[in-house]
């Protein structure tokens, strides 16, 4: 059975890096064509932040401009997510999800709220 | 820009039909859109319902089904039950570059 778990920093300061990381369990991540990267503000809804797919391309949000990267290491079935210059409209809880053929998520991680306050 | 319509909240009767939307602010949706639902409890990850426009998930009860209703998708539920009361969300695939693009989710009560 796959298994998704984030894992980072519950709280981040304006202006920095958010990092967070994706441990799949039950499942060699170099098997999937991609993963991805999910967040949900508080009582709002979800948005698509960014994929990574097995060649090691990257696709982001057009919203996030130039301040994802996602990236993979196979070595310890994990893929990680930065989001540079971060604000508080980038709080949210943050979900890693392996996206399938056919363009539906599925499983999810847990999800992990990140905080950007100083 | 690109935006997923979804209705803000809706009710239903326990035991009645509900039939939630998912639209495109411009233009229509269609299975080229591979449009998929979730289910989200309060506190909880989403949880897959159904994918590939009308595809259940394994586990999911044939209460919920997915279509296309003229120019969205729709996720009804027939036989609407208490445990169904919660948010639900939908995505649909864009393609190249924007990739997939969320609506803002409906909150469904059943009372």
């Known amino acids: 059975q796959v298994q998704l778990q984030e894992s980072g920093p519950g709280l981040v300061k304006p202006s920095e890096t958010l990092s967070l990381t994706c441990t799949v369990s039950?499942?060699?991540?170099?098997?999937?064509?991609?993963w991805g990267w999910i967040r949900q503000p508080p009582g709002k809804g979800l948005e698509w932040v960014g994929s990574?797919?097995?060649?090691?391309?990257?696709y982001s949000n057009p919203s996030l401009k130039s301040r994802v990267t996602i990236s993979l290491d196979t070595s310890k079935d994990q893929f990680s997510l930065k989001l540079t210059s971060v604000t508080a409209a980038d709080t949210a809880v943050y979900y890693c999800?392996?996206?399938?053929?056919?363009?539906?998520?599925?499983?999810w991680g847990q999800g992990t709220l990140v905080t950007v306050s100083s | 820009q690109t935006v997923v319509t979804q209705e803000p909240s809706f009710s239903v009767s326990p035991g009645g039909t509900v039939t939630l939307t998912c639209g495109l602010s411009?233009?229509?949706?269609?299975?080229?859109?591979?449009p998929s639902w979730y289910q989200q409890t309060p506190g909880h990850a989403p949880r897959t319902l159904i994918y590939?426009?009308?595809i259940r998930s394994s586990g999911v009860p044939d209460r919920f089904s997915g279509s296309i209703l003229g120019n969205k998708a729709a996720l009804t539920i027939t036989g609407a039950q208490a445990e169904d009361e919660c948010d639900y969300h939908c995505?649909?695939?864009?393609?190249?570059?924007?990739?997939?693009?969320f609506g803002g989710g409906t909150k469904l009560t059943v009372l």
């Open positions: 999800a392996r996206p399938r053929v056919g363009h539906w998520f599925d499983p």
């Open positions: 039950g499942y060699s991540i170099s098997s999937a064509y991609y």
């Open positions: 990574i797919y097995r060649g090691g391309s990257t």
């Open positions: 411009s233009g229509s949706v269609s299975t080229s859109y591979y």
């Open positions: 590939n426009t009308n």
């Open positions: 995505v649909l695939y864009m393609g190249s570059g924007i990739h997939w693009v």
